[in-house]
């Protein structure tokens, strides 16, 4: 293979150091010889190399595949889509090796000893039944406008036996898409929340905290600047000529928000990331915010501890098929229940009154937090000032990090409160947390009998 653009075009192709670990990472088999990952994603920042990885993940699959093999190419649309497939094509035609075994033509690449095809396929054409995906190299997958395609291609591999579904792309700005989704997902895992070895993730990405003028920062986003392959006064050009939120986005890998969303100082919420641990022997007060089908429900822990800080950990659902699992939350409720001593259960009635009177009669004590503004104001006021102050404390779960940094302030007359802003973003645990500090930070007299309360 050949270099086929910028000043090393036509020089033979020689893969950097992170480009050999990605991909022997990508390739390792497990002790049965079938490939560990079977879905896979991978963020780097504009100017990385993602259509030449691309095109080798593609061309491994059509050449080293199982015979049968089906490779595509799949994008948000057919130009895009056709990026990693044209780079394929010029490979071929570069290759006497490969273009002794492969036949070429406008839209579909052969090997007709193995009888092997790759083709291209877009979201916005109409998608073809009974396919058979051996290999699928979905480029920038933060631009799918639904699932449609994702779900058609991944569901179509099960009857492969060593599928290879691999997403390559830049940070996008909705988490409430298929990307958005398997990047959370693959923060969890590293993050030790949850467990898959079938799921590759690897994701450049500067720390969320950091100046955009740093350049440790622009190292760790871009990993061909390290290599020499990526030109610094051009890193230096685009952080003066692009706006900042563009700059995050496409040449840090980090996910942005809509200008002006923020209700946060820059890192504030980071630097309240701690190894502080609940502790069983004090009280804890937890916020539930319910929802049913759109949104998701979030059930948040918060306790105030000797120290003077509010330690809080979160969990949160989402809907299956447009249905919740409201079982599944009561339960939760239950489990909170005995493992701590919980001196309220704050709920948003909307959704989560016939829950809360079950909860009630169980023996739990049920708050009603109205979400007034006259409430919620003071609520978001207090949860703003301990995040600001440093005196909350939080394990950096990136699922509760998203839904809490996805909220915006709207302005009322009796002041501002949490809202989902333009971005339409699920914030449910920004909410849920709110109403635990308050419960958490209140000052009472009183410990309320096990009941219904209204406040």
Avoid at 26 to 40: A, K, Q, T, V
Avoid at 148 to 168: E, M, Q, W
Avoid at 307 to 331: F, H, N
Wanted: hydrophobic share 40%.
């Amino acid at each position: 293979m050949h270099v086929s653009k910028g000043v090393r075009a036509g020089q033979p192709l020689i893969l950097t150091s992170w480009q050999q670990e990605l991909l022997t990472s990508l390739y390792e088999r497990r002790d049965d010889g079938l490939l560990r990952y079977r879905r896979s994603l991978i963020g780097l920042a504009r100017k990385n190399g993602k259509s030449l990885l691309g095109t080798v993940i593609a061309l491994v699959g059509l050449i080293e595949g199982e015979p049968g093999a089906e490779v595509y190419s799949a994008a948000g649309d057919r130009q895009q889509a056709r990026v990693v497939f044209n780079e394929a094509k010029w490979q071929i035609s570069q290759s006497p090796a490969l273009s002794g075994v492969c036949k070429v033509y406008r839209d579909v690449v052969e090997v007709p000893s193995t009888g092997a095809i790759y083709r291209v396929l877009s979201s916005d054409a109409k998608l073809q039944q009974g396919l058979n995906p051996s290999t699928v190299v979905f480029d920038e997958l933060h631009v799918q406008p639904n699932d449609d395609l994702f779900d058609a291609l991944t569901l179509g591999s099960g009857a492969r036996k060593d599928p290879n579904i691999v997403a390559i792309t830049t940070a996008g700005f909705d988490k409430d898409t298929i990307c958005g989704r398997l990047y959370n997902y693959g923060k969890e895992i590293v993050a030790g929340t949850k467990q898959d070895e079938r799921f590759g993730f690897w994701w450049w990405e500067a720390p969320l905290s950091c100046e955009i003028s740093d350049r440790d920062a622009w190292t760790i986003a871009n990993p061909n600047l390290a290599e020499g392959l990526l030109d610094i006064e051009d890193m230096e050009i685009s952080m003066m000529q692009t706006a900042e939120t563009a700059y995050r986005r496409y040449r840090l890998n980090q996910w942005v928000r809509t200008d002006g969303e923020s209700w946060l100082p820059k890192g504030a919420w980071e630097l309240c990331r701690s190894d502080d641990e609940l502790d069983p022997t004090l009280p804890v007060f937890v916020g539930i915010d319910m929802a049913l089908k759109h949104d998701s429900i979030a059930v948040v822990v918060a306790q105030l501890q000797e120290s003077g800080r509010v330690v809080t950990r979160a969990k949160i659902w989402y809907p299956q098929d447009g249905i919740m699992d409201v079982s599944a939350v009561e339960q939760h409720i239950r489990d909170l229940g005995s493992q701590f001593t919980v001196q309220e259960f704050a709920y948003d009635p909307a959704f989560f009154q016939r829950s809360a009177e079950a909860m009630s009669d169980e023996g739990f004590t049920m708050v009603e937090f109205s979400q007034s503004t006259s409430r919620m104001v003071p609520a978001c006021g207090t949860l703003y000032e301990y995040i600001v102050n440093g005196r909350l404390a939080h394990n950096g779960d990136p699922v509760f990090t998203d839904q809490v940094m996805s909220a915006a302030q709207r302005s009322t007359d009796m002041g501002w409160r949490l809202s989902k802003g333009k971005s339409k973003r699920k914030i449910d645990a920004a909410i849920a947390l709110a109403m635990a500090v308050d419960r958490a930070t209140r000052k009472t007299d009183a410990i309320p009998e096990p009941g219904f309360f209204v406040v």
